[in-house]
Nanobody, 122 residues
Framework: QVQLVESGGGLVHPGGPLRLSCAASGFTLDYYAIGWFRQAPGKEREGVSCISNSDGSTNYADSVKGRFTISRDNAKNTVYLQMNSLKPEDTAVYYC???????????????WGQGTQVTVSS
């Protein structure tokens, strides 16, 4: 069965870095595109970043472009989200998920992790 577990969240000051990890089990991660999503209190869940399984291409929401980097290590069956220059508006629960693809309507979760809280506050 497909299982995804996020880790690495926590409380950080504005401007600080965090690296989130998404560890996969029950499947070989390199067969799937993986997306990162986030949901802040009172707001809808939104896509943050996505990495394909075919050519390794990536995309990012405009709000995080230039600050966040998605990567995958197929040998470790893990996808990462490196977050730099964090802002208070980045505060949210972050989820990773398998996705049908990274383009258009294909970019949404099929199998979701449990989420990890990221809080950016002074």
């Amino acid at each position: 069965q497909v299982q995804l577990v996020e880790s690495g969240g926590g409380l950080v000051h504005p401007g600080g870095p965090l690296r989130l990890s998404c560890a996969a089990s029950g499947f070989t991660l390199d067969y799937y595109a993986i997306g990162w999503f986030r949901q802040a209190p009172g707001k809808e869940r939104e896509g943050v970043s996505c990495i394909s399984n075919s050519d390794g291409s990536t995309n990012y929401a405009d709000s995080v472009k230039g600050r966040f980097t998605i990567s995958r290590d197929n040998a470790k069956n893990t996808v990462y989200l490196q977050m730099n220059s964090l802002k208070p508006e980045d505060t949210a629960v972050y989820y990773c998920a398998t996705v049908p693809g990274c383009d258009g309507s294909y970019y949404w979760g099929v199998n979701w992790g449990q989420g990890t809280q990221v809080t950016v506050s002074s």
